[in-house]
C-alpha cells in the first residue's frame, strides 16, 4: 500500500471572521500586540493588489470582481506565520474559502447581534455593500446567509457584551 499522507495541520496563525463591524481591525491589532505577532488584514491585501480603494473596486468593477480578488488573497493566507490574520466579512461567501481560512489558522469567530453590527457600521460610507435605503435589513439578510459559515469556526466568540480586552482574553485562554 502507499505511504497515506501525512494528516494536515493548519499554518500557525490565528484569523478572525465576521461580519461588518464586528471589531475584528480592533480585536485582530490588540491580540497582535499580546502575542508579538504580526497582523494582516485582507482588505488590505486586497487593495494593494488592486491599486485601488474597495470601494473604488466595487464601483468600477462590481462585486463579483471584488470576491476574485478576495478569493485570490485567501488563497496566499496559508503562507504566513505567527501572524494574525483579519478578513472582510464578506470572505465567506465563496464557500472555496472556508477550507482556505482553515488551513491558515486557528478560526475564529467574532459575533453579534445584528443591532450591534448596525449601530458599529450605521453612517459608514466606505462600505459599498450598506449603502443602501435600508442598511438594517441588509444586515440580517447578509447575516442569516453567513451565519452557518462563521459558525464553521474553531471557535467562536460573542462579543455583544464584552470589551476589546475581554475578546482578546477569550480568545488567548
Ligand atoms: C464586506 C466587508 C468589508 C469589505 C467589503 C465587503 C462584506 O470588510 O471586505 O466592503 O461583504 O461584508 P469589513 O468586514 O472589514 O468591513
Given amino acids: 500500500m502507499p505511504p497515506s499522507d501525512p494528516p494536515s495541520s493548519p499554518a500557525p496563525n490565528l484569523v478572525l471572521v465576521g461580519f461588518m463591524g464586528a471589531g475584528k481591525t480592533t480585536v485582530g491589532r490588540r491580540l497582535a500586540e499580546r502575542l508579538h505577532w504580526d497582523v494582516v488584514d485582507c482588505d488590505d491585501l486586497i487593495e494593494a493588489r488592486a491599486g485601488r480603494r474597495i470601494s473604488q473596486i466595487f464601483a468600477d468593477d462590481g462585486e463579483g470582481a471584488f470576491r476574485d480578488l478576495e478569493e485570490e488573497v485567501t488563497a496566499t493566507l496559508a503562507d504566513y506565520r505567527h501572524t494574525v490574520i483579519t478578513t472582510g466579512g464578506g470572505i465567506v461567501e465563496r464557500e472555496a474559502n472556508l477550507a482556505r481560512l482553515h488551513a491558515a489558522g486557528r478560526v475564529i469567530y467574532l459575533r453579534a447581534h445584528p443591532d450591534a453590527l448596525y449601530a458599529r457600521v ?14 438594517r435589513s441588509r444586515i440580517r439578510e447578509l447575516l442569516a446567509h453567513r451565519a452557518p459559515r462563521y459558525e464553521a ?8 457584551d464584552l470589551t476589546v480586552e ?4 477569550a480568545i488567548l485562554r
Avoid at 153 to 160: E, F, G, K, L, R
Wanted: net charge negative; glycine share 4%.
Fill in 153 to 160: 469556526a474553531d471557535q467562536i466568540v460573542d462579543t455583544d
Fill in 166 to 169: 475581554e475578546v482578546v482574553e
Fill in 122 to 135: 450605521a453612517g459608514s460610507s466606505h462600505r459599498p455593500l450598506l449603502q443602501v435605503a435600508d442598511p
